[in-house]
């Protein structure tokens, strides 16, 4: 059984940085696709960034030039480096992963951005 766990989040003041990091378990298959979603309270879930095969990545267009993706596909790992954190990106993070038609989610771990 697949599973996905998310570490490094917490509470930051605006301007600062969090590393977010995601390990899965179970898979010892190389995920065609893994990164991050969010969702704040009352909003719908939401592409962070992602990472496919062939290294390509995609950003939301709120946290392009200040968050970085990056996997390690040897170890089923992707990471995500927020830089200049904005009180908008609060929220709770999920890490993801997919391979054929199997879609797998972390339990989301909390980002909190003060003013």
């Known amino acids: 059984q697949v599973q996905l766990v998310e570490s490094g989040g917490g509470l930051v003041q605006a301007g600062g940085s969090l590393r977010l990091s995601c390990g899965a378990s179970?898979?010892?298959?190389?995920?065609?696709?893994m990164g991050w979603y969010r969702q704040a309270p009352g909003k719908q879930r939401e592409m962070v960034a992602i990472s496919t095969g062939g290294g390509r990545t995609n950003y939301a267009d709120s946290v392009k030039g200040r968050f970085t993706i990056s996997r390690d596909n040897a170890k089923n790992t992707v990471d995500l480096q927020m830089d200049s954190l904005k009180p908008e990106d609060t929220s709770v993070y999920y890490c993801?992963?997919?391979?054929?038609?199997?879609?797998?989610w972390g339990q989301g771990i909390q980002v909190t951005v003060s003013s």
């Open positions: 179970g898979s010892i298959f190389m995920f065609t696709t």
């Open positions: 993801y992963a997919a391979r054929l038609s199997s879609n797998y």
